[in-house]
């Protein structure tokens, strides 16, 4: 079945790039996004790669997709403390529910 | 601006009380969808809808209920059969069945029972 994982936390320095990976297990034709979740609110959409692209980029944002190995990152340059939040990795499959299979999110802390 | 409007942002409620929480979307979405999150869990699916007057038990659907007479609204009732109910509650909604189909979130109720 659908699986997506993702690491718990990272912890940066302002000014830094940040690196948050995720990886999944379906290789049917995929849509892969990022959401942000900031505390106490809902999750927003930052970003979302199709599964025969290999980059995207995004102001400050850029995804990395390696099909081979079924990873996907998110890069954030020059990470700011407002960039502090939860980071989900979700995917949708072709020939699957339509439904976004999320991982558990990653906690970007963001130290001064 | 079009977007899902949950209501209230905090509720509160006695242990043995049923409770019903509130979504409406003005973005003519036919999906909606009720997710639970848990510190550390991520997000667990209750419910969703695809279509009016339809909808589909998710993960973790005992001890909850739904109902979508409109396409704008899909509330959710937390019942006192539910064990554990104390959580932050998401709602989404997306176009629908078509591959590229990001869900757009709510900004969330958190309930806590005593």
């Known amino acids: 079945g659908e699986d997506v994982e993702q690491s718990l936390f990272l912890s940066v320095r302002e000014g830094d790039s940040s690196v948050i990976n995720c990886t999944y297990t379906?290789?049917?034709?995929?849509?892969l996004y990022w959401y942000k979740q900031e505390p106490g609110a809902g999750l927003q959409l930052l970003t979302y790669?199709?599964?025969?692209?290999d980059m995207k980029q995004d102001q400050r944002l850029t995804v990395l997709l390696n099909k081979k190995d079924k990873h996907l990152s998110l890069r954030i340059a020059d990470t700011q403390t407002g960039d502090s939040a939860i980071y989900f990795c979700?995917?949708?499959?072709?020939?699957?529910?339509?439904?976004?299979?999320f991982g558990r999110g990653t906690s970007l802390i963001v130290h001064p | 601006d079009g977007g899902i409007t949950q209501s209230p942002k905090y509720l509160f409620r006695k242990e043995g009380q049923n409770v019903t929480l509130s979504c409406e979307q003005n973005?003519?979405?036919?999906?909606m969808y009720w997710y639970r999150q848990d510190p550390g869990q991520g997000l667990r699916l209750i419910y969703y809808?695809?279509?009016?007057?339809?909808?589909q038990k998710g993960d973790i659907a005992e001890g909850y209920s739904v109902s979508r007479e409109k396409k704008e609204s899909f509330p959710l009732t937390v019942t006192s059969a539910q064990k554990n109910p104390t959580a932050f509650y998401l709602c989404?909604?997306?176009?629908?069945?078509?591959?590229?189909?990001?869900?757009?979130f709510g900004n969330g109720t958190r309930l806590t029972v005593t």
């Open positions: 790669i199709f599964s025969n692209m």
């Open positions: 973005l003519n979405h036919d999906a």
């Open positions: 979700a995917e949708s499959t072709a020939g699957g529910s339509y439904i976004p299979t």
């Open positions: 379906d290789s049917s034709s995929t849509y």
């Open positions: 809808s695809q279509i009016v007057n339809d909808f």
């Open positions: 989404a909604s997306s176009i629908g069945d078509i591959l590229n189909s990001p869900l757009h």
